[in-house]
């Protein structure tokens, strides 16, 4: 997928992304109720690896909006990095607790894991139907 197709496919999407303006390293994630014209924030993608290219941390967060919006078809992030991405979501301890989810990143080379960022999500207390 392009960045091209990825543009032409968020007309009418649910949740998008923003810049934090706060932090350079970190996205906000935001969600539009059906009965809404403007997002509100659900979350934050921050990325803890600070030697990453800031364009290739805002593909994967288009990629996990794609993602929250439905999107099957995601942009190839991993033949251009030469590495993978696993995930672990941290339990929560509470029922008014964020959701938490931590990236690693994986080098085929070295077969070691680094912390990559970390996703936190607001958990809906409202039921959707």
Do not use: C, W
Not at 2 to 24: A, G, L
Not at 28 to 56: C, P, S
Not at 62 to 74: E, W
Request: negative net charge; aromatic residues 6%.
């Amino acid at each position: 997928m392009t960045r091209i197709d990825f543009n032409d496919n968020t007309v009418e999407s649910r949740y998008t992304y923003r810049h934090n303006p706060i932090s350079e390293y970190s996205f906000l994630i935001l969600k539009r109720e059906d009965d809404e014209t403007d997002f509100a924030q659900i979350g934050e993608y921050t990325v803890l690896d600070m030697e990453e290219d800031r364009n290739l941390s805002e593909r994967k967060v288009m990629n996990l909006v794609s993602a929250l919006n439905g999107r099957q078809k995601l942009m190839e992030l991993g033949e251009e990095t030469g590495k993978r991405i696993l995930f672990h979501p941290i339990p929560r301890t509470n029922e008014t607790e964020k959701s938490k989810i931590i990236f690693h990143e994986l080098k085929e080379d070295i077969g070691v894991s680094k912390e990559n960022a970390i996703l936190t999500i607001m958990e809906d207390l409202e039921d959707d139907n």
